[in-house]
Structure formats: C-alpha cells, structure tokens
C-alpha cells in the first residue's frame, strides 16, 4: 500500500492534502499537520434511518412494532489508531453546534414542535418542524504524519468522570440542563445519559434505554456542599474501537442500530423495574442489552462479544 492508499482510508474524513498529486523528492521529507475532520455518524433501525414519526416494525424478541421519543448520546475522546497501535487523539472543534472541546452530543431527533417564540415545545414525539439540536455529526482537527496508516477510528460513549459529576446547569454546552442536555441528566444518579435511546411500542408502554453510570455514592446535595465525586460502581463507559476496512473513503461513517441493540429485548413486556433498560443492576431488560454493548453487567464481565461487530460498524455515508 503506497503512502496515499494508507492515509486514504480517512481521507474522506480528512481531507488530507497531498495525496493524488504528483510524487517528490520531498514526499519522504513532509512534517505532521494539523487536518480539518468531520466525521458522520448514522444512527439506524436495520436499513432504515432513525427518524422521528416513523413506526419501526419487527423488533426485538418479540417483533415489537415502536416509534422513536429519544435518541441521543454523547462521546468523547475520539480518536485515530494506526496500524502500529499509535492512538492520535482528535481536538474536538469548541465553536462547532452541540459540541466543546471535551464532548459531543449526537442528536437524531429530527423533527419538534416549535413554537411562535422559538421555543421547542416537544421534540420527536410531536411537530414536523425540523430541530434546531439535531446533531450527526462531529468535527475537529487532528494532527497526522503523512507517512501514517490509519487502521481504525476510536471514540468512548459517555461523559467524563469529572464532567458527568458536575452541576449540569452551569456546565458549559452541550452538557447544560436547562439547556442542550435537557432530558439527558438523572440526579439520581449524579451524572448524564450517556445514551438516551426511549421507544414508543405500540400496545405497550414507552420503553427507555438509558446508559451510564451507577452506584455512585455520593449525593447531588453533599455535591453541592463541595464534596468530591467518587468512582462509581458501574462507570459503563465504552470504548467502542472500528476498523476502517476497505470502504470508499470518501464514504465512511459510523453507524449504530438500535435493531442491533434491543435484539435480544422484549420491547412490548417489562419484567420489574423502571420501564426498560436504565442501566440499574438488577433490572432485568438491562442483561440483554448490555451483552450487546459488551459491558460488564452484575459484577462480572460481559462475554457479549466486540460491540463493533453487533451494535457499532463503519459504513457508506
């Protein structure tokens, strides 16, 4: 594989200068530069997108027809992996929509209903007006060796430890709430939602998925009073790590199937617990979905397999 082929399984993600010209001399001689990036993300159901208003037929254990109330998750730490192992981070773009220099918030709600003032009334589960928060998309810089191969792109699903545990209102955007991240926190839990993704079964009550972190100890109010946070029990942050593969790269994106998710979930029935999965030990609808995340579940570590290979996959754009 020549020098452009390597760097060209991301160049549709990076734009990468120089590849396709005409060789040089000075092509062994070329310095790391700093590489404009945005990456797509696709958030599907099988083959059909996401998309609010729409019934889903056919899934889970027992082909539960559903529409969408929610579907958002953030990620940090987005990073390239080379084929030596080397981890690149990605300098998340600060003045980007739905985004700080630290975390991302994907949001696939396309459609609200806003109101005269501009206000968004409801979000998915009502109104054709697009929303404005709608979010596929995360951009960045990166800094690359020309000589590199990329191999694989890298990104963990969650907030970090110290901003999950901070006061959401005041928190920079898109962790505010009152704010961008309205819907996606839970005091109960001191911290955020790292995945947000609620269901509307037909013939049965809404059924939510919500992932992060659990067991944390310490209270919002001794937070408040300046206690520190401490490692929760259950972090349930993943790292989800994607081999690029031998797609057209100027047609990659990562894409994850709420399909893929819940297919081994009875969406029209809930066993005990809050309705559906919210991350709770003990809470039956969570095994199976977590086996599918490949996240450890009841104290042990999950033997669900790779989490790219079921739930996350690079595709087409």
């Not at 919210?278 to 609808?285: H, K, N, R, V, Y």
Request: proline share 6%; net charge negative; aromatic share 6%.
């Amino acid at each position: 594989m020549n020098k452009c082929v390597g760097l060209g399984v991301v160049s549709g993600l990076l734009a990468l200068a120089g590849c396709g010209g005409s060789s040089s001399s000075s092509d062994t001689n070329q310095q790391s530069a700093e590489t404009q990036l945005s990456l797509p993300f696709k958030a599907v159901v099988g083959t059909e997108p996401v998309s609010c208003g729409t019934t889903f037929s056919g899934l889970g254990t027992s082909g539960t027809d559903v529409s969408f109330a929610d579907f958002r998750f953030f990620i940090h730490d987005l990073a390239l992996v080379t084929d030596q192992g080397e981890v690149i981070p990605v300098s998340l773009d600060a003045s980007a929509e739905g985004q700080n220099s630290n975390v991302a918030l994907l949001d696939f709600r396309d459609k609200a209903d806003v109101n005269d003032n501009g206000d968004l009334v409801d979000v998915c589960t009502a109104g054709t007006d697009d929303n404005p928060g709608f979010k596929d998309a995360v951009q960045g810089t990166v800094t690359l060796d020309p000589a590199v191969t990329i191999q694989s792109v890298q990104f963990t699903l969650g907030v970090p430890f110290d901003l999950n545990h901070a006061n959401p209102t005041s928190a920079e955007e898109p962790l505010r709430s009152p704010g961008q991240a309205a819907g996606m926190t839970w005091n109960w839990q001191n911290g955020y939602k790292f995945l947000a993704a609620d269901v509307l079964p037909v013939g049965a009550s809404r059924w939510n998925l919500h992932i992060g972190s659990t067991g944390c100890e310490v209270t919002p109010s001794e937070l408040e009073q300046g206690a520190e946070p401490e490692t929760c029990a259950n972090e349930n942050r993943l790292q989800v790590t994607l081999p690029v593969g031998g797609l057209d790269p100027e047609e990659l994106a990562i894409q994850i199937d709420y399909a893929a998710l819940v297919s081994g979930s009875n969406l029209g029935l809930d066993e005990g617990g809050a309705p559906g999965c919210m991350s709770f030990p003990g809470d039956p609808e969570c095994d199976a979905v977590f086996e599918r995340l490949a996240l450890p579940w009841g104290g042990e570590p999950n033997t669900g397999g790779n989490p790219n290979a079921m739930v996350f996959s690079i595709v087409e754009r």
